[in-house]
């Protein structure tokens, strides 16, 4: 589960295919690699109620112990509705709930970020960003944007194997 480079997909389709090859990647620059998909995570909606009822979730453990291992990450996430899926978002709540700390998987954690979405892709993007820097996260300054006119290029995910191994390297 320790993997130098956690790549988390946020749908079972492109994204999932498009987190594969961000892992192919980091392989390829002598990495070891996961992928996490979100969406075989059995996690319930956030729900404040839910916490008080019923505490927090196993599954969120597990999603913990797997961010807590890997040293960055890469998020392959589509846009919905034109921002970040619920599924992304739900989790995050989780995770924020279960400590005192609610930045503490994210502050500091060099993360890349892409998307392969039927839209256009840069509003999900942005919106992401502006939610990681705010749990502390070391954004690389490049990202992707993909869909099916625009499919990701090789030496794109490459670049930003490249850059998120530097920015990792930075923060040591």
């Given at each position: 589960m320790a993997a130098d480079v956690l790549?988390?997909?946020?749908?079972?389709?492109?994204?999932?295919?498009?987190?594969?090859?961000?892992?192919?990647?980091?392989?390829?620059?002598?990495?070891?690699?996961?992928?996490?998909?979100?969406?075989?995570?059995?996690?319930?909606?956030?729900?404040?109620?839910?916490?008080?009822?019923?505490?927090?979730?196993?599954?969120?453990?597990?999603?913990?112990?797997?961010?807590?291992?890997?040293?960055?990450?890469?998020?392959?996430?589509?846009?919905?509705?034109g921002s970040i899926p619920p599924l992304f978002t739900s989790a995050v709540a989780w995770l924020s709930v279960q400590g005192d700390d609610f930045r503490r998987l994210f502050n500091h954690r060099p993360i890349a970020i892409a998307t392969h979405s039927g839209g256009g892709g840069y509003t999900v993007l942005t919106a992401l960003r502006l939610q990681l820097a705010h749990l502390g996260a070391n954004l690389v300054g490049r990202q992707l944007v993909s869909n099916r006119f625009n499919p990701a290029k090789d030496d794109s995910i490459d670049d930003l194997v490249v850059r998120l191994q530097r920015l990792a390297a930075i923060n040591h």
């Open positions: 790549v988390i997909s946020v749908s079972a389709g492109e994204n999932l295919r498009l987190a594969e090859r961000f892992a192919a990647a980091a392989r390829g620059h002598d990495l070891s690699a996961e992928v996490l998909s979100l969406t075989g995570l059995s996690l319930p909606l956030f729900n404040p109620l839910t916490l008080a009822e019923s505490g927090i979730p196993a599954g969120v453990a597990e999603l913990n112990a797997w961010l807590d291992a890997s040293p960055r990450w890469v998020i392959c996430t589509p846009e919905y509705n």
